[in-house]
């Protein structure tokens, strides 16, 4: 059984940075892709960033150079450094792990923006 366990969420003011850490655990073996998805109240989710195991990243382009994603392979972690957030920045933040084939989430966790 595998899990993806999420934190880092919370309320932060406009001008403000949040850090998003998601863990894999249990049977996972090979991960490919760890990323990060968001879903904004009546908007499809989205794809705000991704790294593959060969390090090759790319962003959405409304984040890049404000949001940055890392992982740590070791650990089966994925991060996501948010700064300068905006208010349209605010929604549910979700991990998304892939791992031979198989796509696993995390449960998702809020971020929201004050302006």
């Known amino acids: 059984q595998v899990q993806l366990v999420e934190s880092g969420g919370g309320l932060v003011q406009a001008g403000g940075s949040l850090r998003l850490s998601c863990a894999a655990s249990?049977?996972?073996?090979?991960?490919?892709?760890m990323g990060w998805y968001r879903q904004a109240p009546g908007k499809q989710r989205e794809l705000v960033a991704g790294i593959s195991s060969g390090g090759n990243i790319n962003y959405a382009d409304s984040v890049k150079g404000r949001f940055t994603i890392s992982r740590d392979n070791a650990k089966n972690t994925v991060f996501l450094q948010m700064n300068s957030l905006k208010p349209e920045d605010t929604a549910v933040y979700y991990c998304k792990v892939v791992s031979r084939g198989i796509y696993y989430w995390g449960q998702g966790t809020q971020v929201t923006v004050s302006s």
């Open positions: 249990g049977s996972i073996f090979n991960i490919n892709f």
